[in-house]
């Protein structure tokens, strides 16, 4: 059998973990650091803490032992970015595992988490990306994903292990803009989320996605990205989703700025990727000498995060660019 590891057991790793498990030819394990979720999945076929409603696959199984990873598998790596890379560098995996990653943000201050773990690892190393609320997979609605890779073989691998199921990829060797676009757009769902939540007018929400659209391609060019990618489902579909859909955490972020509600408690206490991409983003044009300016929608948002800011002023300051 087709060893498949999830290193995580949260929301994503469970949903593509059940789809997988539906199938005889895999064994699919999800590999955790919470041994109150890897006992229920396990013995009750329940992830009570993100799927509690949902019966999972009997044949799913979930553990504790990150030992198994030295055993040759196709290992999903489905943990915060941000704790990505040191986790991969401090296990003993199978060099001929292939390591696919489903995180969305930075391997360190300025690098993609693919970048970093070429650098620590032998293993050929994937990006997966696309417009995929884990919500919808689990209950198996038909889900696009961009397989990032290098290796068009490895591509065909993956096809033979999605087929027949609710997932459908296509492909691209781009794999520096599969990982950017994935952080890029979390910037410009806060900002969506900002008009929304100041303005009831689909005519100004897409006069912002188009300018959001334009400007997010022009930032991908600038950091060594292909436009082409954009057309891929982890582009615009990604985009998309995650702008204009309020299961979007970023998109949440921005509604909670436009009302006024945003406070240092919630940036301390909530994941947000947008946040940290708008500064590393932000700085790392000002380390190129490209002027921020350039990007308003992008410079805007970074004085919101950084300085005292009229959020009424927002989208105004925005149109007058």
């Known amino acids: 059998m087709q060893k498949i590891f999830f290193i995580g057991a949260g929301a994503i790793a469970t949903a593509l973990g059940n789809v997988l498990a539906k199938k005889e030819q895999f064994d699919v394990t999800l590999i955790t650091i919470e041994s109150d979720v890897a006992k229920a999945i396990t013995e009750e076929n329940i992830n009570n803490r993100y799927f509690p409603a949902i019966p999972l696959e009997k044949r799913l199984k979930a553990t504790t032992d990150h030992s198994l990873l030295s055993q040759e598998a196709v290992v999903f790596i489905a943990i915060p970015s941000s704790a990505t890379v040191k986790f991969i560098r401090e296990q003993d995996i199978h060099p001929a595992s292939i390591l696919v990653n489903l995180a969305k943000g930075f391997g360190d ?6 970048e970093c773990l070429q650098e620590i690892v032998p293993n050929p190393v994937c990006s997966l990306k696309g417009p995929s609320f884990a919500r919808e997979i689990i209950n198996n609605q038909p889900t696009a994903l961009t397989l990032g890779v290098s290796d068009v073989f490895i591509f065909e691998k993956f096809i033979k292990i999605f087929e027949n199921s609710s997932i459908y990829l296509d492909y691209s060797e781009d794999i520096r803009s599969v990982e950017l676009i994935s952080i890029l757009k979390n910037i410009y769902a806060i900002v969506i989320g900002i008009v929304d939540a100041q303005f009831e007018s ?28 954009l057309f891929n489902y982890c582009g615009i579909g990604d985009f998309a989703l995650t702008s204009l859909n309020d299961l979007s955490r970023n998109r949440t972020l921005g509604l909670l700025i436009g009302k006024g509600f945003f406070t240092d408690y919630i940036s301390e206490k909530v994941v947000l990727e947008g946040r940290i991409a708008v500064n590393v983003f932000y700085r790392e044009l000002e380390k190129m000498g490209v002027e921020t300016q350039e990007f308003p929608i992008m410079a805007e948002l970074y004085k919101v995060f950084n300085n005292n800011y009229d959020i009424s002023c927002f989208v105004g300051k925005i149109l007058s660019r």
């Open 109 to 114: 201050e300025r690098r993609t988490i693919i």
């Open 202 to 229: 689909p005519n100004l929400k897409f006069l912002i996605f188009t300018k959001a659209l334009n400007e997010l391609k022009s930032l991908l060019i600038i950091f060594g990205g292909n436009e082409k990618t």
